[in-house]
């Protein structure tokens, strides 16, 4: 292999592990605090894409887009937490205790139906983001890369690292961890514990949402690409650990790369040698590579 | 005694006047891929809308029967499209089906359409075997208005051998994409040609990258692209910097192809076609799909065969004996006079012949000035 061909495989598995740790962040955040995921994360990136597409094809500018995506994507979050998974903790023991499993995939269906009723069933495509084509390449040396992807990276790294922010130098952060820690500790500190744990399904949905205004240039939308995006971001936090945010970070990076490789060497199995990687991995690690070898790791 | 026989011819010739005004209602069973993969959907969809309007020129040329399709939805899955085959023939006792997308699906439920002697209009699938796997058994009930996998392949690889020095190959890990790859490696080795690099892809990846840079290592001059997602091998080009020609299924010749992929970007891609767009009544046609469902009509040739399938189907049960699914059949294999929008001909259908395009009836299309014409060989 040439070192450009190395170079190209390397950006590319980048891009896509920059759209599987915001994907996965999403995961992560909302285990952290509740020890429960949106299955339909990925839904949740796929109709973000869907108004995003909707929105660009319709000329309107890009901030508004992403403005108008980011409030839609909040609402789906903090609904999905109040309608989906709060009524379940009122029900305690009458629900399953996987009971969230089953109505965060249920969740999921209605986006996929309602995304297939208001724009079809059709694959489609969104225009570029921040470059006047689709054909737009920068080449670093001597590689060339499509300006989305490389905003991809971009804002893949500095959601990431926002978000470590938001996670360890605010107070929500803190009341996030707080909760992860101890709920009951948590309201005896005055925390509104309900209320956080809204907070983080919207900041969940606004990673999902982010994702998908990204992915739309880089990737065909249709009604159901979410499916693959969670379960990529569910081997990612696996992969990186579900306790440490960088791990999921450096998960995602990894496997993103060893996608791209594992499509060259063999694009028969390519998307399969990094589920196997994970599968393995779990085998020897089963807290992931940066997770911590606890029962519970919160 | 005259005025007697003047009231006789009268009330007959009322008689039957009323019973052709109120000739029976007739249900067509339509099977046809409507949810699922976008693929899936378009080729579904499209077909659909062919038919459609061919029911509606139908009705509003005073049609001697008043049809209704009976249409479920088989979402390309091939349990449901078996059931749904089984209701149409024992709950709708529909005398003729047509459909669906996947051939798998196809291939799953004409034997039992074959055993219950209800005749079948296959389409829009397209592989090689879905007829004449029945064509010795008398009679056959398996007939297709539709693309024919070999037929497009044959047209394309003795294009492409004597074009090109190097050729590659994209297909997809479903099916229809080894299936296709098969006829492909066969053809090649028929006419002394090999493919000077394979890549086959997973139906749900999102990005080609490590693929096409294996087809430029390759020096593939052309690629013959069979994957269900038409658009993924024109994504990379520009960033490797990499422009080989392009050809494959006639999914190519999709206007939602052409609006992913772009208009420069598209320009000559090769597919197999049967509709050339460069005529007076292929445009026509188009026009009036365009008008009939806006931005939905996507995909002309499919139409055009959709509309001239529901032809064939309509003059069948017109010029059929009795609406007995056996009558409909000998009727199917007779039609004659088909004014077809595509390459159908006017008597598509004969003992030993059971599809609707021959070999000749196929050609290869070509993107020119955001238009598939004929290429030009």
Partial sequence: ??????????????????????????????????????????????????????????????????????????ILGWGLERVALRPLDRLKSKAGEYSWVLTTMGVALILQNT??????????????????????????????????????????????????????KTTAGRAVRVIAFNPDAATLLGIDVKRTISLVFVVAALLAGISGVLAGPIVTVQ???????????????????????????????????????????????????????????????????????????? | MRRSLLRLTAGLAAAFATTTAFAADVKVGVVMGLSGPPAIVDFGESYLQGMKLALKDYMAAGGKHKIEFITY??????????????????????????????????????????????????????????????????????????????????????????????????????????????????????????????????????????QMLKMKEAGAELILNFHESFELVFRPMSKIGYKPVVAGNWGLSSLKVRDIVGEKEIEGTVMGQALDLSQEGAQKFVARMQSE?????????????????????????DTAKTLEPEDVRNALEAVDGIKAISATPAKPFGPKDHECLDKEHVFLGVWKNNTVVRLQQ
């Fill in chain 2, 73 to 210: 939805d088989d979402e390309a899955n091939p349990q449901k499209a078996v059931s749904l085959v089984q209701r149409l023939i024992q709950n709708d006792k529909v005398p003729i089906v047509v459909g669906t997308v996947s051939s798998g699906n196809v291939l799953a439920f004409a034997p039992i359409l074959q055993k219950a002697g209800v005749p079948l209009v296959a389409g829009p699938s397209i592989a090689t075997n879905i007829t004449t796997q029945f064509i010795d058994q008398s009679p056959s009930y398996i007939f297709r208005c539709s693309m024919v996998e070999k037929f497009q392949i044959d047209s394309m690889l003795d294009w492409g051998v004597k074009t090109f020095k190097k050729i590659g190959l994209v297909h997809s890990t479903t099916g229809y994409g080894n299936f296709a790859a098969k006829e492909i490696v066969e053809g090649l080795k028929a006419r002394n040609g090999n493919l000077v690099a394979t890549e086959a892809v997973a139906p749900n990846v999102t990005d080609l990258t490590p």
């Fill in chain 2, 293 to 317: 469902y806006g931005k939905d009509f996507r995909w002309p040739v499919l139409a055009a065969l959709g509309y001239d399938a529901a032809q064939v189907v309509f003059k069948a049960l």
């Fill in chain 1, 1 to 74: 292999m040439s070192a450009a061909n190395f170079l190209q495989l390397l950006l590319s598995g980048l891009t896509m592990g920059a759209l599987y740790a915001l994907t996965a962040k999403g995961l992560f955040v909302a285990h952290l605090a509740t020890t429960r995921m949106n299955f339909g994360q990925g839904d949740f990136l796929m109709i973000g894409a869907y108004i995003s597409t909707a929105l660009l094809l319709a000329k309107v500018p890009v901030v508004v887009v992403v403005l108008v995506v980011l409030v839609c994507l909040a």
């Fill in chain 1, 223 to 298: 009604p159901h690409m979410g499916l693959v995006f969670t379960v990529k971001a569910l081997a990612v936090a696996a992969l990186g650990g579900f306790a440490n945010p960088l791990g999921v970070l450096a998960g995602a990076i990894i496997f993103g790369i060893a996608e791209s490789f594992a499509n060259y060497f063999n694009s028969s199995f390519g998307d399969l040698y990094p589920l196997l990687i994970v599968l393995g991995l779990l085998i020897i690690r089963p807290t992931g590579l940066f997770g911590e070898a606890r029962a519970d790791v919160r």
């Fill in chain 1, 115 to 168: 995304a297939t009723l208001v724009w079809g069933k059709s694959a489609q495509y969104s225009p570029p983001l921040f470059s006047s084509s689709r054909q737009d390449v920068v080449r670093i040396l001597g590689v060339g890369v499509f300006v989305e992807e490389l905003i991809v990276i971009a804002v893949g790294f500095l959601v990431v690292g926002l978000f470590y922010l938001f996670l360890f």
